[in-house]
């Protein structure tokens, strides 16, 4: 069975520090995985995804993703956070072979970013 | 520009009484998704549809129904058979099944639904 874990409820940065977002995952074969981030009473918003290739993933506002397929991880990281960046932040994980309505995600993760 | 747009912003409902949830997109995309956020649970699947006059139960369907007459629309039922509704419920789409699989969901911006 599919599953993502973010451990962390809740994460507090200062401003200009970086910043690392945890999510771990079980699936069986190649996993697809995402990440979106929510403002309050929005909707999620993409921010990347990992496929296939680089294990090092850009994607939009400066975050980067690593996967690492032995640790099973694809934890979200910003080199120099930002007051703006504070919001829920979720992780996501799809098995390649699986359709597209089988995507599971984490429990959220709420990012504070102090000025 | 293209996108989901969720109608009601916030909804209440009274005790026996069934609500709507509106939903359409302007995407072209074939598939459809409704879910159910709860604090600190993350999003449950509640029904899907993979193209029109066609859609299949998610993970906690009990209590709701759909249906998908149109491509650009999904609402979803919240019945008098769900009696924990409290919610914020969000709907996305994807360009479906077998085409592109590993494209990410676009969201609308959810309805928060209350009983009064």
């Known amino acids: 069975a599919q599953s993502v874990a973010q451990p962390e409820d809740q994460v507090n940065v200062a401003e200009g520090n970086p910043l690392t977002v945890k999510c771990t995952y079980s699936v069986s074969g190649n996993p697809y995985l995402f990440w979106y981030v929510q403002y309050p009473n929005r909707g999620l918003q993409f921010l990347l995804k990992?496929?296939?290739?680089?294990?090092l993933v850009k994607g939009s506002y400066g975050f980067e993703a690593e996967f690492n397929k032995s640790q099973t991880s694809f934890h979200l990281k910003k080199p120099s956070a930002l007051v703006s960046d504070s919001a829920l932040y979720f992780c996501?994980?799809?098995?390649?072979?699986?359709?597209?309505?089988?995507?599971?995600f984490g429990s959220g993760t709420r990012l504070s970013i102090r000025p | 520009d293209g996108g989901i747009t969720q109608s009601p912003k916030y909804l209440f409902r009274k005790e026996g009484q069934n609500v709507t949830l509106s939903c359409e997109q302007n995407?072209?995309?074939?598939?459809m998704y409704w879910y159910r956020q709860d604090p600190g649970q993350g999003l449950r699947l509640i029904y899907y549809s993979q193209i029109v006059n066609d859609f299949q139960k998610g993970d906690i369907a009990e209590g709701y129904s759909v249906s998908r007459e149109k491509k650009e629309s999904f609402p979803l039922t919240v019945t008098s058979a769900q009696k924990n509704p409290t919610a914020f419920y969000l709907c996305?789409?994807?360009?479906?099944?077998?085409?592109?699989?590993?494209?990410?969901?676009?969201f609308g911006d959810g309805t928060r639904l209350s009983i009064l």
């Open positions: 996501a994980v799809r098995a390649s072979y699986s359709s597209a309505s089988k995507i599971i």
């Open positions: 995407l072209n995309h074939d598939a």
């Open positions: 990992y496929i296939t290739g680089d294990n």
């Open positions: 996305a789409s994807n360009p479906g099944q077998g085409i592109v699989r590993d494209q990410p969901q676009h």
